[in-house]
């Protein structure tokens, strides 16, 4: 079992920063690909970015390539979204997830657990 916290959203004016915690706790951190998702007003969970377990591998939604980071520190089981140059679009709840696999993935089926997701809200 793997427990996941999300910290760090808040309010930020458009073309700011935030930067995302996820803390898990539980098994191993190491062995699971991590992901991050996002809810907006009305829509549905749609992928953001994703690192394998080893962080040799990432892959992000072209929306937001090129804006945000998703990085990981294993000594504090914590993986982390750098999010810069932030738009409205991007207003929503951030939620980070782990599958029990070495791969990453960009579908919500994959993910074995979630946490309960962080809102982040940009204004024009």
């Known amino acids: 079992q793997v427990q996941l916290v999300e910290s760090g959203g808040g309010l930020v004016q458009a073309g700011g920063s935030l930067r995302l915690s996820c803390a898990a706790s539980g098994r191993t951190f190491s062995n699971y690909a991590m992901g991050w998702f996002r809810q907006g007003p009305g829509k549905g969970r749609e992928f953001v970015a994703a690192q394998s377990w080893s962080a040799d591998s990432t892959y992000y939604a072209d929306s937001v390539k090129g804006r945000f980071t998703i990085s990981r520190d294993y000594a504090k089981n914590t993986v982390y979204l750098q999010m810069n140059s932030l738009i409205p679009e991007d207003t929503a709840v951030y939620y980070c997830?782990?599958?029990?696999?070495?791969?990453?993935?960009?579908?919500?089926?994959?993910?074995?657990?979630w946490g309960q997701g962080t809102q982040v809200t940009v204004s024009s």
């Open positions: 997830a782990a599958r029990s696999s070495v791969e990453l993935t960009t579908s919500t089926l994959h993910y074995n657990y």
